[in-house]
């Protein structure tokens, strides 16, 4: 009896063409047979799970009946990928075959069934359906990844006092006696005895760390002096200023000061793309590919933000490019949200600027796997950095990540925000809306993630 499974592999025709039926159907009986124990082992597997559903209902799982192996199929189907479900429904065969019973997978409607699923779900349409990233998600990632923890906000605060005041003294600092700081709405009055200095938008960066530090009702008592010394002197390494900073810190220039305070985080650099990553790639709505392939001449400044060319992208091999606005989310770019990809981008250049200075090239990378390499960077390394921010920002552990997610989660929240689909086309460059529309996710109100519509 010739055994059909579905994974057995046919016999090459011309093998096939030496041997009688009986041969025939003897050769694939052993090869059905023969199935090793790894394969039975994920068998197993994949059936208990499909048990412990048909204890749940009740109803039998060996046999089981065609139509609840299609509702166990369908219920799993937005979860599941091609071949997964594939794998179910083997080891579903498998093990009746193996007690003796007729294979019940081989029934009409459930082929049929998998054949639709295979319509949507196989190797030419998207390999997993990546929930959207949307702008709520973006902004929590970046905020999360932007935020200073208490030791770097004490750090920064230490450094702007410093500046303010003009002292050289770290103690002086640490006197919660003499230290005084008055916040207005938009500066910052310190003294330390007859030293004063007022911190406001031309120190942005000093100002904030005043106020955030004031705010969160840290006290710096009991501060250990040494320790703060130290992390102050390894953010001005980091920063690659010259010198020590031992001297006076009200000599630095403000671009200088706002870059020593960015590196009191000590993986600023890292954190600098990763925001802008995020900012930009959902802001412009681009595709990882186009996001490594991004120079720095692609880039130009005009008033409210930046001009992007997208020189090449797979709706346009080989076209001469689109321009794409990034603009500020302040008209002006001086009162910008923390969440604004203009000044992602600006502060990623810093980074870039400030860590290859006059040797950066119009042709450097503004997205590279590393920034000291300037390595393209790929998509599989981009999409593990993704779940981790996502992870971190304690986002939906069930959501599918993946870089494809940018762009959906950009087409899917201008929907959201009734964005006309031709003006969503503006931005995504798509041609062809019904391409256009498979990006669009809806709410999965079961799962609370978006997905492509079922
Ligand atoms: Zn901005
Ligand atoms: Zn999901």
Avoid at 405 to 420: D, F, H, K, M, Q
């Amino acid at each position: 009896m010739p055994v059909d499974r579905p994974e057995g592999v046919p016999l090459p025709v011309d093998v096939r063409d030496l041997l009688s039926d009986t041969e025939v159907s003897l050769v694939e009986e052993f090869a059905a047979r023969h199935v090793s124990a790894r394969r039975r082992r994920q068998h197993e597997y994949a059936f208990a799970a499909f048990q412990r559903w048909c204890a749940l209902r009740p109803v039998e799982a060996l046999p089981a009946s065609p139509r609840d192996i299609l509702r166990y199929l369908h219920l799993h189907r937005d979860r599941w990928g091609w071949g997964q479900m594939w794998g179910v429904v083997a080891a579903i065969s498998f093990m009746h075959l193996e007690a003796g019973l007729l294979d019940a997978t081989r029934e009409g409607r459930i082929r049929e069934y998998l054949s639709a699923v295979r319509r949507s779900k196989g190797r030419y349409v998207e390999k997993k359906q990546m929930d959207a990233i949307r702008t709520e998600d973006v902004a929590a990632m970046a905020r999360t990844l932007g935020a200073a923890s208490p030791d770097v906000a004490r750090v920064r605060f230490v450094i702007a006092i410093l500046y303010a005041t003009g002292t050289d003294r770290l103690a002086d600092v640490l006197d919660s006696g003499r230290l005084r700081i008055q916040l207005h709405d938009d500066a910052a009055r310190v003294s330390i005895g007859t030293r004063r200095g007022i911190l406001d938008d031309l120190t942005p960066g000093a100002l904030a760390a005043v106020c955030e530090f004031t705010s969160s009702g840290e006290h710096l008592t009991k501060t250990d002096q040494t320790g703060l010394e130290s992390q102050i002197g390894d953010a001005w390494a980091r920063a690659g200023l010259p010198g020590s900073w031992s001297k006076n810190l009200s000599r630095l220039a403000p671009a200088d000061l706002q870059w020593l305070l960015a590196n009191a985080e000590p993986g600023y650099h890292e954190t600098a793309r990763a925001v802008a990553y995020l900012l930009v790639g959902h802001a412009l709505g681009r595709r990882h590919a186009e996001m490594a392939n991004l120079l720095l001449c692609h880039l130009t400044e005009r008033p409210g933000g930046w001009q992007v060319l997208i020189a090449q992208s797979k709706t346009d091999p080989h076209g001469r490019g689109e321009t794409l606005p990034l603009d500020h989310d302040d008209d002006n770019g001086l009162d910008c949200d923390t969440i604004c990809g203009a000044c992602a981008l600006e502060a990623l250049l810093e980074v870039h600027l400030r860590c290859h200075g006059r040797s950066l090239a119009d042709s450097a990378r503004i997205f590279p796997a590393d920034l000291a390499s300037g390595a393209r960077w790929s998509t599989a390394q981009a999409a593990r950095f993704l779940r981790t921010w996502w992870a971190e920002t304690g986002l939906d552990p069930e959501a599918r990540i993946g870089t494809r997610g940018i762009r959906a989660g950009t087409a899917t929240s201008l929907s959201e925000r009734e964005v006309p689909l031709i003006d969503i086309s503006q931005i995504t460059l798509h041609r062809n809306l019904t391409v256009l529309l498979r990006y669009i996710r809806r709410y999965d109100p079961v799962r609370w993630h978006y997905h492509l519509p079922v």
